[in-house]
């Protein structure tokens, strides 16, 4: 497991150059691309979403494409579209943006829902239908979504469906006050971007993507793993709990956790810590709830303290 360990330390390292005092942060989109997932960054504006995304495509050598989600995007200028050639007299495919390896969906819910749902396929079968024909994406394929909490004039929502895609929701935040002084201090002459250079490779991505699913998952994790889940799905405070693409999240992702920590095997401490990441934007509060204005995280705490982790004793 030290290959796939030391590949995700590198680029690990690179990132943290550019986003300082983000390590956590940057350790859950490690996971991410380890699990061959996708993310959706949900934070203020400003506070790094976009820089995460190209220092993460420029460390790994991916080809990257940024696509600015207005109200007057089409899903044509997302996919791409055929266009009539007279010369051959024959439609040709001109690919969109999404033919890249990492993709930036900035401000994904200042979109239309049929310009939104354009991902849908790309990010669940990794190919795409234009015209009746489907071609394929390259590897390794990673979509990056931005939305600004705050503001809600003119967005639209994204719905379940689409939600469920994302292998995880993070939140970057505020630097600390020594943080925010040392980002000063580095960007005084040039942006640390500008300095940082490839480390990894593709190969050796589709390598760790091997070894995350060779990492060993015992029984007892499988079933702590389902209980967690399945609590959501009858918690009074919810409407609509995880699915069953929420439990296989939360199990790749614990591979893969377990793999960045330099283990072949998971634990219990894997999984715990990415429960919210990855199921929080999956569980949806029903109205009640809502009203007193109970969070997701707070009801996936709640499921944690209650739920019997495997290798304890239960309480007589």
């Given at each position: 497991?030290?290959?796939?360990?030391?590949?995700?330390?590198?680029?690990?390292?690179?990132?943290?150059?550019?986003?300082?005092?983000?390590?956590?942060?940057?350790?859950?989109?490690?996971?991410?691309?380890?699990?061959?997932?996708?993310?959706?960054?949900?934070?203020?504006?400003?506070?790094?979403?976009?820089?995460?995304?190209?220092?993460?495509?420029?460390?790994?050598?991916?080809?990257?494409?940024?696509?600015?989600?207005?109200?007057?995007?089409?899903?044509?200028?997302?996919?791409?579209?055929?266009?009539?050639?007279?010369?051959?007299?024959?439609?040709?495919?001109?690919?969109?943006?999404?033919?890249?390896?990492?993709?930036?969906?900035?401000?994904i819910?200042?979109?239309?829902?049929?310009?939104?749902?354009?991902?849908?396929?790309?990010?669940?079968e990794?190919?795409?239908?234009?015209?009746?024909?489907?071609?394929?994406?390259?590897?390794p394929?990673?979509?990056?979504?931005?939305q600004?909490?705050?503001?809600?004039?003119?967005?639209?929502?994204?719905?379940?469906?689409?939600?469920?895609?994302?292998?995880?929701?993070?939140?970057?935040?505020?630097?600390a006050?020594?943080?925010?002084?040392?980002?000063?201090?580095?960007?005084?002459?040039?942006?640390p971007?500008?300095?940082?250079?490839?480390?990894?490779?593709?190969?050796?991505?589709?390598?760790?993507?091997?070894?995350?699913?060779?990492?060993?998952?015992?029984?007892?994790?499988?079933?702590?793993?389902?209980?967690?889940?399945?609590?959501?799905?009858?918690?009074?405070?919810?409407?609509?709990?995880?699915?069953?693409?929420?439990?296989?999240?939360?199990?790749?992702?614990?591979?893969?956790?377990?793999?960045?920590?330099?283990?072949?095997?998971?634990?219990?401490?894997?999984?715990?810590?990415?429960?919210?990441?990855?199921?929080?934007?999956?569980?949806?509060?029903?109205?009640?709830?809502?009203?007193?204005?109970v969070?997701?995280?707070?009801?996936?705490?709640?499921i944690?303290?209650?739920?019997?982790?495997?290798?304890?004793?239960?309480?007589?």
């Amino acid at each position: 497991m030290t290959d796939g360990k030391a590949t995700l330390q590198l680029v690990l390292s690179n990132v943290s150059r550019v986003l300082m005092g983000k390590r956590r942060e940057i350790e859950l989109a490690m996971v991410a691309l380890a699990s061959q997932g996708h993310i959706l960054i949900e934070d203020v504006p400003g506070v790094g979403k976009t820089m995460l995304a190209k220092t993460l495509a420029k460390s790994i050598g991916c080809s990257f494409r940024r696509i600015q989600f207005t109200p007057d995007l089409l899903p044509s200028d997302v996919t791409g579209v055929s266009i009539y050639n007279q010369k051959t007299e024959e439609f040709e495919f001109r690919p969109g943006p999404v033919m890249a390896q990492i993709i930036l969906a900035d401000e994904i819910n200042r979109a239309t829902p049929k310009t939104q749902s354009s991902l849908l396929e790309s990010m669940e079968e990794h190919q795409l239908t234009v015209d009746g024909v489907t071609y394929p994406l390259p590897s390794p394929f990673m979509v990056m979504a931005t939305q600004n909490p705050i503001e809600y004039e003119g967005t639209f929502p994204l719905p379940e469906a689409q939600l469920d895609r994302f292998l995880m929701r993070i939140r970057l935040g505020y630097p600390a006050r020594e943080d925010e002084v040392a980002i000063l201090d580095s960007q005084a002459l040039t942006h640390p971007i500008e300095q940082i250079e490839q480390v990894v490779d593709a190969g050796d991505l589709q390598a760790v993507h091997r070894q995350v699913r060779e990492v060993r998952v015992d029984d007892t994790i499988r079933q702590y793993i389902v209980d967690v889940v399945a609590a959501t799905r009858v918690h009074p405070d919810v409407y609509l709990g995880a699915s069953p693409r929420g439990s296989l999240g939360l199990y790749r992702t614990a591979q893969a956790s377990a793999l960045l920590k330099g283990r072949d095997y998971v634990i219990p401490d894997d999984v715990k810590p990415l429960v919210e990441p990855v199921l929080g934007h999956r569980v949806i509060m029903n109205p009640a709830a809502r009203v007193r204005n109970v969070q997701s995280g707070t009801i996936l705490e709640e499921i944690l303290h209650t739920v019997t982790v495997p290798g304890t004793r239960v309480p007589a």
